[in-house]
């Protein structure tokens, strides 16, 4: 039986296009149990849903989700937090318009809520992480895409169609590449694990020497953002130049996220934060250098803390400000 002191916990779906996370949480943050299993989106929604709910059910146990205070499931934009619906996100193929919120309070009979990932991921490290005691924060992923959350006065910043904070498609280079969102110069085109994959593969194929070529046996089709971090931090000439060019150009983002909200932390997670100092160094010398005077006094950019359970512990501020009518 899954309870808390309260009596009441929060059923937290993080639904990713590679993997599918479900835990009972309780509202101080307290993971009760927890259950996951690959997302397999390629097998359609019907498929990923019943998975879903199966997870729910192995979680918590049918006789026991009455005790639950709601479901929150932290999904892939674009999504419309108030209807609860998945709009067309780009890691989950054929997801166009589907009424999530609907067809999970129809078969569990919870009262569920649907939010941006990297909004719940936010608010996550807000309450629970590296946000804790401010009132100004914002997060930033950066992982196979860039994303974010921003939170203002305590409060999540959502933008009249739920979709503000997308950090990772503001323009940092008005000639740069061309963005999966139809932009160009987007941050997301120049500093995400596929950028920096996609500019290793390109040196490469030019004749660069480089160490990532051994390491992933020749295969181009191999190199990652994180095999290219991997080797950066072993020294290699050519992955270093490509992690400082991605950093630099989170740095840049970064002196506008800072002038436009004034934040006291900016928490930066995703893979590629496993770079370390290099990547957060180079980020703390251009906001250092380029950021507004007053903006950048007793700033933070700090790592993330809660690892992969941020989306997770983010569904219980998401549950407590929609069941108080947030």
């Not at 108030?82 to 054929?94: E, S």
């Not at 770079?275 to 980020?283: H, N, S, T, Y």
């Given at each position: ?230 080797e950066a931090e072993k020294g290699d000439r050519l992955a270093t130049e490509i992690i400082t060019t991605a ?80």
């Amino acid at each position: 039986m899954i309870e808390d002191r309260k009596g009441k916990f929060v059923v937290a779906i993080d639904l990713g296009g590679t993997n599918l996370r479900v835990a009972a949480v309780t509202f101080d943050g307290q993971i009760l149990r927890r259950a996951s299993t690959p997302t397999r989106a390629a097998e359609g929604v019907a498929s990923v849903i019943n998975r879903m709910v199966r997870k729910a059910f192995e979680v918590i146990g049918a006789d026991h989700l009455k005790q639950a205070a709601g479901l929150v499931v932290a999904a892939p934009g674009p999504t419309d937090p108030w209807t609860g619906t998945i709009i067309n996100p780009p890691n989950l193929p054929g997801w166009v318009n589907v009424p999530l919120k609907k067809e999970l309070e129809a078969r569990l009979g919870l009262s569920t809520f649907v939010a941006n990932d990297a909004n719940a991921a936010a608010l996550g490290e807000y309450h629970f992480g590296a946000g804790r005691g401010t009132r100004h924060m914002i997060y930033v992923t950066v992982s196979t895409g860039i994303g974010g959350g921003i939170i203002v006065d305590g409060k999540l910043l959502l933008g009249k169609n739920g979709g503000a904070g997308e950090v990772g498609h503001m323009t940092i280079d008005m000639d740069g590449p061309r963005c999966a969102c139809g932009n160009v110069g987007c941050l997301e085109a120049m500093a995400s694990g596929t950028a920096i994959a996609r500019q290793a593969s390109e040196r490469l194929r030019a004749g660069v020497k480089s160490s990532i070529l051994d390491e992933v046996g020749g295969d181009l089709s191999l190199v990652t953002g994180m095999v290219v971090v991997q080797e950066a931090e072993k020294g290699d000439r050519l992955a270093t130049e490509i992690i400082t060019t991605a950093a630099t150009a989170v740095g840049v983002g970064m002196v506008n996220l800072v002038n436009l909200f004034d934040p006291e932390v900016i928490a930066i997670g995703g893979g590629i934060s496993n770079a370390g100092p290099l990547l957060f160094d180079p980020v703390r010398q251009i906001v250092n250098e380029r950021a507004m005077g007053i903006a950048k006094e007793g700033l933070r950019i700090v790592p993330t803390v809660l690892g992969d359970d941020v989306g997770l512990l983010g569904a219980v501020p998401v549950a407590i400000a929609a069941l108080n009518g947030g």
